[in-house]
């Protein structure tokens, strides 16, 4: 289960979020950030209390942060996981 608030100022958009980015909050999360990528604005992703990521959600962090949005607080494992092409 993942939860993600939206914290909407005027110049950015923060997605907080909390748990597990796997199975279909993958596809929400996807669809949240992307109807926001339409506004010329800053989108950061907020991950510190994310305690999963499965293969699809690291491929959508790493395509999100290919489109500009930036990942912020992912704990050190999530951070080397970004950096490998694979899950360990």
Avoid at 64 to 86: C, M, Q, Y
Wanted: aromatic share 6%.
């Amino acid at each position: 289960m993942l939860k993600i608030s939206v914290d909407k100022g005027e110049t950015e958009t923060l997605f907080i979020l909390e748990g597990s980015l796997s199975g279909p909050w993958v596809a929400e999360l996807h669809k949240a950030v992307m109807d926001r990528l339409a506004i010329p604005e800053a989108i950061y992703l907020e991950l510190s209390h994310v305690h999963y990521v499965d293969e699809q959600g690291l491929a959508l962090l790493r395509d999100l942060s290919n489109w500009g949005v930036t990942s912020r607080a992912a704990s050190p494992f999530i951070k080397e996981l970004l950096k490998t092409d694979h899950l360990v």
